[in-house]
């Protein structure tokens, strides 16, 4: 048995070396959103690991409305490519029905996010999602979501990152 395990570890550790190429070769990369770099004294390597207490938020754009916080966790949600973002929202928080023209993943980190589906807001026919949920919303899909109490979800999938409100008037950057 612990030769086994021995064995494992062995073939485990030649794994990674022989991918230590591309991963230099990763690092080497320009950023794409906030991240920032892996090792104090490379200016040009990309964070691939995050600890909680590491993830920088900053307010969430416009076509949100105004209270969430948003972190950019790898890619670039604006631009091309694979993305992975984190919200983070309080207790409260709502976002009118809208849909996404890409498909959009779910996980709930914290807290508890409402969702419902169709044209209209409407807190009786919402589903709750607590901490560890996941969904996905193929694209066109109208839903609206509310959080209940703070919380947090990470969204990913492929840029750019699009909110189409069912609504026009409920859309927070055409609002003065």
């Known amino acids: 048995m612990k030769r086994k395990l021995y064995c494992m570890f062995a073939v485990l550790g030649l794994l990674c070396l022989a991918g230590q190429p591309l991963i230099i070769a990763q690092q080497t990369k320009k950023p794409a959103g906030k991240a920032h770099s892996a090792k104090a004294n490379s200016k040009n390597s ?29 890619g670039n949600p604006m631009g091309v490519g694979e993305y992975t973002i984190r919200l983070k929202a309080p207790d409260g928080y709502k976002i009118a029905p809208h849909w996404h023209p890409r498909r959009e993943n779910v996980t709930v980190i914290a807290g508890t996010i409402k969702v419902g589906m169709g044209d209209k807001f409407d807190e009786s026919k919402m589903m709750s999602f607590p901490a560890g949920s996941f969904a996905f919303l193929d694209p066109s899909m109208h839903h609206y979501a509310m959080m209940s109490g703070e919380t947090t979800v990470q969204i ?21």
Do not use: C, M, R
């Not at 990913?156 to 003065?176: L, Q």
């Open 156 to 176: 990913h999938g492929t840029a750019p990152v699009k909110f189409n409100y069912i609504n026009p008037a409920d859309n927070p950057s055409k609002k003065k």
């Open 46 to 74: 990309v964070k691939n690991a995050f600890t909680p207490d590491e993830i920088q938020y900053g307010p969430a754009p416009a076509f949100l409305p105004p209270g969430a916080q948003l972190a950019v966790l790898e």
